[in-house]
């Protein structure tokens, strides 16, 4: 099947799990096509049925703001044509439904027709596609797509909250590669000395740095903890917010024992040392670096808000506070750390229910859905 992919090419989790999703499906033989502006962060061109197609925007002075979607669009009409793509897979509902949505009409006028599936992954919904400016044009995409998939049941209910959708949602969540050797394998003490001496537990958060990752919060519940048990703190990232984390530190007198890495491609090293990992957020679409932690068996301490009940098991893996409550975060984090024998039984916890979104077990329902829009066709 030759698939074409069309995402962000970015560290954030759609571009990441768009890249991982059509790496995957490549090693299975499929033909794969990504389309976008700029190679994607973790995409590999040494698989032979990996294929980059950029799309370029010419600059002209006529615009105040260049036209990408219709750049997009008339790149995935030659690209379609010249490779015979069979399925159109755009991951974001902003620009991407749109632009595949005018491909299809301007393909179907030369007597083409490709399937498009849709994935919604968050503030495409929830933020930026909710905005007056871009809600309608939104609602028409996904209406207009042939499938659409969400990467969490909170996130079907807040699409078809605050969108007037006659299309049915399919949940298919997010997935993770595990490796049954990375939550007993912690890797050399040596290594792990890098970050933290033997005696210190290592706490880990890894974002964007908005401020709907509620970075105030990881900070304040590090603090705490710090007090209780000897600790660090790692934060990978950039974004708006990493600034008043350092002040923050400052402030606090903890400078000492935060490392901020920014952007990092170590982050699996990172992970496989760490013992607790914190996401505060102020909603999550799924919670993708909380999954990303499980699945080296870390235990994670975060909110319950959106859909990150769905993947942090409350009491299993973790614990779930109410957004903001520092003070819950900082008592159950204490509570898994400061005995060896409730931290290992967590770990092992994680890494179980992490084993429920291996690839293996959701690649097959993207596969099923693109054999049923090829069937319609």
């Known amino acids: 099947m030759k698939i074409a992919i069309v995402c962000y090419p970015t560290f954030g989790g759609s571009g990441v799990v768009a890249t991982e999703l059509g790496l995957e499906l ?46 997009l669009s008339s790149k995935l009409v ?19 439904a749109y632009a595949g949505y005018m491909a299809k009409k301007m393909l179907e006028d030369e007597g083409i027709y490709i399937p498009m599936i849709t994935t919604l992954h968050g503030t495409d919904i929830t933020l930026v596609g909710n905005h007056p400016f871009y809600k309608t044009a939104v609602t028409f995409s996904i209406n207009q797509s042939d499938y659409v998939t969400s990467v969490s049941k909170s996130l079907k209910e807040d699409t078809y909250r605050l969108f007037d959708i006659k299309k049915e949602i399919h949940v298919i969540p997010n997935f993770i590669e595990i490796d049954e050797e990375k ?31 509620r970075i105030p919060d990881v900070v304040k519940t590090f603090y705490t903890i710090q007090k209780s048990i000897p600790s660090k703190l790692m934060m990978v990232g950039e974004g708006p917010e990493k600034l008043v984390a350092e002040r923050m ?28 990992f914190l996401l505060p957020s102020e909603t999550e679409s799924f919670g993708l670096a909380a999954l990303e932690a499980m699945a080296f068996g870390v235990p994670v301490i975060s909110s319950n808000s959106g859909g990150i009940p769905e993947v942090n098991a409350h009491g299993i893996s973790g614990y779930l506070s109410n957004v903001g409550d520092v003070e819950d975060m900082s008592k159950n984090a204490i509570a898994i750390l400061q005995d060896e024998t409730v931290h290992n ?20 329902l993207y596969e099923d859905m693109y054999n049923q829009a090829l069937n319609k066709r």
């Open 78 to 96: 030659d690209m379609v044509k010249l490779h015979k793509i069979d399925v159109l897979h755009v991951h974001y509902a902003i620009p991407h």
């Open 249 to 276: 530190c400052e402030d606090l007198g903890i400078s000492d024992k935060v490392i901020f890495f920014g952007n990092s491609n170590d982050i699996d090293q990172i992970l496989k040392y760490s013992d607790l």
């Open 345 to 364: 039984q967590f770990k092992e916890a994680a890494f179980d229910v992490a084993r429920k979104y291996d690839i293996n077990h959701i690649l097959p």
């Open 183 to 213: 939550h007993i394998i912690k890797g050399q003490k040596c290594h792990r000395s890098v970050l933290a001496p033997n005696n210190e537990k290592i706490i880990t958060h890894i974002s964007n740095f908005r401020k709907v990752k």
């Open 26 to 71: 490549a090693q299975k033989g499929h033909e794969i096509h990504f389309i976008t502006y700029k190679q994607p962060v973790r995409l590999s061109l040494l698989n032979p049925n990996i294929y980059f197609h950029e799309v370029n925007v010419p600059n002209y002075p006529l615009f105040h703001y260049q036209p990408y979607e219709l750049a």
